[in-house]
């Protein structure tokens, strides 16, 4: 009985199903929807598409409002229930449109004429499956969007050795769980990202999608399109119907980088996608409900814009109920000869090449660099590092200019007593102390210092501490010209 969908809006297998009791009506439905290329069976009983039914799978249901009783109204309801249940069209006259219309508060997609004109069902059938096929796409892609989140995040590692990046992550742990709205600050290129996937796939929702938007990427008249979504026709170019970044994260975790670049009108709109967990698409006339938690990011001053007008006072307050702070990578410098490790396996991994080890100056560079780009510039470092060295070592020359230069001015001038010292003044100073601390015993200065005793005279002599500390009595002092020592 099926045939191919031939409509311009699908080339794929396509069937309804007419419930009624009416044959005539079920005929003239089928016939109609025969000439739009989709095929149909039809029915007098909506068990035949309770969710514990063995059924064929129908992309759309066209029910008769007169055979809703109170047995198919319990069937309806559960029907309706039903996640990825197909859409119900009611067909309804005059006297049953009402309770028709109804059913559209309580998930129904639309209500036709009884019996529905040519052009009507064409529109409004067409409509209902192009919709169903929208949320069957968005529900494949939400699954390839959480595998890919997965694996972007197990492959890349939030280093906590440093106390400032160990204290963020023990608040990321402490966060994760709860439905909290999450506001995470920093540098550019500090992982402000990688802290918003630590927070997802630490939650209950690290089963649901994880959707990432730059604000900052895009340009203000296309933020609201690319958030919410639009419906065919909603502008000029809008072509198909389309949906948006929330919808494409319900029942995940939206992170949107950058805030601060939208403008008063999104941010109004966010604002209430926070409050109220629905929206409409730009163009659309229905409200889409979402659950959708959202994680904001920006390396902006919120609050200076909030004085200063260019960012709503109520939606900052919206977003920071906790806000976390990532420190810039000079803050924690501890961390760097981890990440660029990790870094370079990365690179060579990534590019098939034979391992590479950083050679200890090379380490030591990174170390002192002040990393005005943060972790991003530290990843693109090593990269260029790797493409510019000759063997299975990076060394200094390996570094980008600019890096090597800084490392060297910003190597910090040690502070032990020691250094700068000549060899004579510390070996003044080490004679001198240990003859203190052995309370003028040469004999026993001697087995500290490690050196014969004859040594150590000498020594004295040379450096002219006889008159510091005496040789203890009943020991003979020699003479200026003895030289037996």
Same mark, same amino acid.
């Given at each position: ?11 794929? *297998?396509?069937?309804? #199903?007419?419930?009624? /009791?009416? +044959?005539? $009506?079920?005929?003239? !439905?089928? @016939?109609? &929807? ?121 492959? *890349?590692?939030?280093? #906590?050795?440093?106390? /400032?990046? +160990?204290? $963020?992550?023990?608040? !990321?742990? @402490?966060? &994760? ?309």
């Amino acid at each position: 009985m099926a045939t191919e969908q031939t409509s311009s809006t699908s080339r794929i *297998r396509t069937l309804i #199903a007419v419930v009624t /009791a009416d +044959e005539a $009506l079920a005929g003239s !439905v089928l @016939r109609r &929807a025969a000439d739009l290329g989709v095929a149909g069976s039809a029915s007098d009983d909506l068990a035949d598409f309770d969710p514990g039914a063995r059924h064929t799978a129908v992309d759309a249901i066209l029910l008769d409002a007169h055979v809703i009783d109170h047995r198919q109204a319990r069937l309806l309801t559960r029907l309706l229930e039903r996640e990825g249940a197909p859409p119900v069209l009611l067909l309804a006259d005059g006297a049953r449109q009402s309770q028709a219309f109804g059913w559209i508060e309580r998930g129904a997609s639309d209500v036709l004429s009884r019996p529905p004109g040519a052009a009507e069902l064409k529109v409004r059938l067409l409509r209902a499956l192009e919709s169903r096929e929208v949320r069957v796409h968005l529900a494949t892609l939400e699954d390839e969007l959480t595998q890919r989140s997965r694996q972007s995040y197990e492959n *890349r590692v939030m280093v #906590a050795l440093s106390p /400032a990046m +160990e204290r $963020l992550q023990t608040l !990321v742990g @402490r966060v &994760a769980p709860m439905r909290s709205t999450v506001l995470v600050t920093g540098e550019s290129g500090v992982g402000k990202e990688l802290v918003a996937r630590s927070i997802h796939f630490g939650s209950p929702r690290a089963g649901g999608p994880f959707i990432a938007l730059n604000c900052a990427a895009l340009p203000p008249h296309l933020i609201e399109s690319d958030l919410f979504g639009h419906e065919r026709g909603a502008f000029t170019g809008a072509v198909t119907r389309r949906a948006g970044k929330f919808e494409l994260a319900h029942n995940g975790t939206l992170f949107l980088d950058e805030i601060a670049e939208t403008d008063l009108t999104t941010q109004a709109k966010l604002l209430r996608v926070l409050e109220e967990q629905e929206f409409m698409r730009v163009g659309g006339t229905r409200p889409i409900r979402v659950n959708v938690r959202l994680v904001a990011a920006t390396n902006a001053d919120l609050e200076q814009l909030v004085r200063e007008g260019g960012f709503r006072e109520d939606l900052y307050y919206r977003l920071r109920v906790v806000m976390l702070r990532v420190p810039p990578l000079r803050q924690r410098r501890e961390d760097i000869p981890v990440l660029a490790r990790e870094f370079l396996a990365r690179v060579c991994r990534e590019n098939r090449l034979e391992p590479r080890v950083l050679a200890p100056e090379v380490l030591e560079a990174l170390v002192h660099h002040d990393w005005p780009g943060n972790v991003r510039e530290l990843q693109n470092a090593i990269e260029a590092a790797v493409v510019a060295s000759k063997g299975t070592t990076l060394t200094v020359a390996d570094l980008p200019p600019a890096i090597r230069q800084r490392g060297r001015e910003n190597a910090p001038v040690s502070r032990h007593p020691l250094a700068g010292k000549s060899l004579k003044e510390i070996e003044t100073t080490a004679i001198r102390e240990t003859l203190r601390l052995a309370e003028g015993s040469r004999t026993r200065a001697a087995e500290m210092l490690g050196i014969g005793v004859r040594t150590l005279r000498r020594r004295i002599r040379e450096l002219g501490l006889d008159t510091f500390m005496p040789a203890r009595p009943g020991r003979p002092r020699r003479s200026a010209g003895d030289t037996t020592g």
